[in-house]
């Protein structure tokens, strides 16, 4: 009686899931059962939405690198990685036609033992230039064998820039025509946002900390809780090298057009590299 309802119920589910019995192996051909969700980011994305927007020729991904690193006693160690939050998302919609694959919190910060650099600090995730590399060649070959023709690379932090100038070379080498990677230098300019914005107004007296107005703005607008707003707030020390950073609504005005401005300079760099 037993063996019969267990047969039974066996025979049901089969019959029901004929067509799909191995949930990790759906039809690569199903239809989206669901609308799209409207994201640029891949790992908010079902497969099948990226699959379809692959073939609605979404075709540029962009792979950024951020830290994880000591920032000075007010920002979260993992500046870089909120910052490329609203940076990429901002890129990847100027641009139209690219999606945007996880950020890359893992980067070489120094030595890990003895440690050097930024590793002398509690927080700090340090990689070796060797996994960095590793990691991003791994990366880029993923979304290149699911269609993707262009990878872009953009680092915000200086120490990331010489891997992904590395990884770019050796796969252009590797891929020849069949699909083109470009490490994008003009992304990483925080000089020049600096001078930007001086003509504007925001001139900074430095205070010698891993941090400055352009960093904490950018940070504000994804979420001032990583800026430490209402403990220095309570502390009197909510400001940076000089410039108040109240009113919050301000700042974070200012945030979103140092990222427009971080974009536009970056989407250009993208096509003019694609171009070529
Ligand atoms: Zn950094």
Known sequence: MFLRTVLCSLALATAGFAQNADPMRPDPNM???IAARDTVWIEEMTWIEVRDALKSGKRTAIVSTGGVEQ???????GKHNYVLRATCEAIARKLGN???APIVPFVPEGDISPPTGHMLYPSTISVREETFQRLLTDIAESLKQHGFQHVILIGDSGGNTKGMAAVAAALTRRWGRTASIHHIPEYYDYASVK???EKQGIRQTDEGMHDDFAMSAQMMLIDPTTVRMKERMAAGKFSIN??????????????????????EITVAAIRKAIAR
């Open 31 to 33: 239809p989206r059962p």
């Open 242 to 263: 000089g410039v108040p950073l109240a009113p919050i609504q301000k700042t974070v005005a200012w945030g979103k057009r140092i990222v427009d401005y971080r974009a």
């Open 71 to 77: 920032n000075g006693p007010y920002l979260a160690a």
């Open 195 to 197: 001078s930007w914005l």
């Open 98 to 100: 690219a999606l945007v």
